[in-house]
């Protein structure tokens, strides 16, 4: 979390920052800041506390001439609140050395004693600014004549500085850092938090995150852990942390910046909503006939015998993509095969019992989330093999897994993840098949219905994407609520899980996903006269059983909306309905999840919530 952004090269360096920290604000918001160097090595800062169109309006009350070189952030606080202190970029006692941090230093007490000591003053109460006054003491140390000397020569020694500042550091950190008697080089380095180098001609860029420069190049240097980087207008070298030169390929991003716009939509979130069923039909395109044939698993690197060896499927991940994991767990248990899901963050312990003969599977959107690298290194430490499914090509869990399934969904912006889900609930079908019939579990008959069940899924996400007016008015109707129960039962309970959370996220009202079966242990005492309780009621095996439940739900006065297809309506007794066009039961999750994602939307839309932007969360967590 938290957004870098850095360029160097011609005349339009805050307006790259500007725009660049725009795309990154998903990945934190409240507060931000750029620092360049003008035309006569002089640094101009700005900071506020909140927004970037904030910030913009303060650069361009007060335009800076000849910058070439500059630094921004938007940021999602972890030490120190939000504020214009707290906000990034942080500077030494000189004011000459600027610093944009993503991540923790580990160490930052232990240091900040030490700098105190020996005189240094703080003006945060940030783990960052320490960075900035041990680089100011490491250029100390090289006794630089900075005054006397030209500032061309002093690049060598800028560079020793921040190795050996980024040496004394612990913890994890991308940073970019510029030093105003040096402004014709930014120098940066990663080490457990992503950051990446746009190459242009004559100007280049560094960035947490690549729709930060999209727009300007595709061209593109992942950094690896390790690693640093000196940025200059005409070239770029990369360096080990002992500072010895290394070699990097640059790769060409797919992805178009218009993609990562609204497109006449007011919130990024309907958009991505709308575009589900294209997300589905990227995520199988090619992968899915003949199931069990050779593609997907040259794709992935998981032979037929490989599939076949595995006695059990372990899924780990955070937030929706937990969601996804249960739905995966269902799947394969459906063919048979032993699965558990388990939130990356609670994953530390069952992680030692793992043994060789399981398959770990790691879904994330964004493939930086710290909770499920972590999980991932030490499901590597304990032997098992990982299986990556994840949206962003480069990403670290791509890196880190042995083997890698990718969603096609495009970037998601909106904060709280609607078609990434979509994408790895996809990806989950695809992946379950091709271990199905891998394992001799989906014969060739049933492995063609199920092809053909699964293609049928992007169109009939347009079906119930055509009723986003009623299921509105129904979002509408209990929009004043302040509780939400959601139930489920069997693979939709995953989805009951997914539409509270929805709720909460972008509504800030208290919302419980519960399975429909559990309500009467516990959560039934809670309904009351009046209480909205979502029921996920689709044909199949628990139907019945779900139908029951809803009955003792209305019972208690709870005013039920039920999802249901034309058949279930018949056995659902509730006041409203959303009625779904049919599919086999194990597919349903893939539409049964919409209408609740355009609930959830409405709810906050009726409240005046910041959607896309809702309060405390981030997009991109990379801190544990
Ligand atoms: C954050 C986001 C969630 C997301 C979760 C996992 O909490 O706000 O929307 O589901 O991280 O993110 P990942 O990128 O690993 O899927």
Redesign the pocket.
Known sequence: MCGITGYIGGDKTTEVLLDGLRRLEYRGYDSCGIAVVDGKNSLYLKRVSGRVDALDKLVSAEPVKGAKAGVGHTRWATHGAPSEDNAHPHTDCSGEVVVVHNGIIENYLELKEKLLAGGHKFKSETDTEVIAHLLEEKLKSLHVQAAAMRSDMLEPVFFEAFRRTVADLKGSFALAVVWARCPAMILAARLHSPLVVGLGQGENYVASDVSAFLKYTKRVVFLNDGEMAAVRRDGVDYYNFAGKKISRDSVVIQWDSTMAEKGGYKHFMLKEIHEQAEAVENTLRGRLLPLGGPALEQEMGLTTAAMKAFSAVQFV?????YHACLVGRVLFENFGVHASADWASEFTDRARLLDKGTLVVA???????AD?LFAVREAKAAGAKVLAITNTVGSTLTREADHVLYTHCGPEIG???TK?FLGQLAALYLLAGHFAAARGSLGKTDARRYAEELLKVPRLIEEILAQEKEIARVAQAFSHSEHFLFISRHVNYPIALEGALKIK?ISYVHAEGYAAGEMKHGPIAIIYKGMPVLAVATSGRALELTAGNVEEAKARGADVVAIVDQDSKKTVKASRYVVLPRTEELFTPMLTVIPLQIFAYYVALAKKCDIDKPRN?????TVR
């Open positions: 991940a955070c937030g929706t993509a879904i994330s959107q964004s493939g930086e989330t499920t904060v709280a993840s990434a996220e969360l981030a997009k991109s967590v």
